[in-house]
């Protein structure tokens, strides 16, 4: 079991930038990938920023450049550094975490911070 909880979000002007952060516990040594994904009223979740057990990162087209995957191993946190943020970056952004437990792949959600840019 892994336990997420998110914060760093509010609101900020076009061209700003907000450091988010996700607190993980529990069976952090099950760690297989870790994600930040975003989610609009109506629309579905959608990945923004991926980074694997090795390190490597991958980016929604709409981000790259601006957002920066992290994890601090010392402190146990998943981190998303946003800059130059536009108004359409508004969203409720959420913590995701895979872990591989006996061949089994299991999703952990955080409860999500909501992210507002204003124009």
């Known amino acids: 079991q892994v336990q997420l909880v998110e914060s760093g979000g509010g609101l900020v002007q076009a061209g700003g930038s907000l450091r988010l952060s996700c607190a993980v516990s529990g069976s952090i040594w099950s760690i297989e990938a870790t994600a930040w994904y975003r989610q609009t009223p109506g629309k579905q979740r959608d990945l923004v920023a991926h980074r694997t057990i090795s390190g490597r990162t991958d980016y929604a087209d709409s981000v790259k450049g601006r957002f920066t995957i992290s994890r601090d191993n010392a402190k146990n946190t998943v981190d998303l550094q946003m800059n130059s943020l536009k108004p359409e970056d508004t969203a409720v952004y959420y913590c995701?975490?895979?872990?591989?437990?006996?061949?089994?792949?299991?999703?952990?959600w955080g409860q999500g911070t909501q992210v507002t840019v204003s124009s």
């Open positions: 995701n975490v895979k872990t591989l437990v006996r061949s089994q792949l299991f999703n952990y």
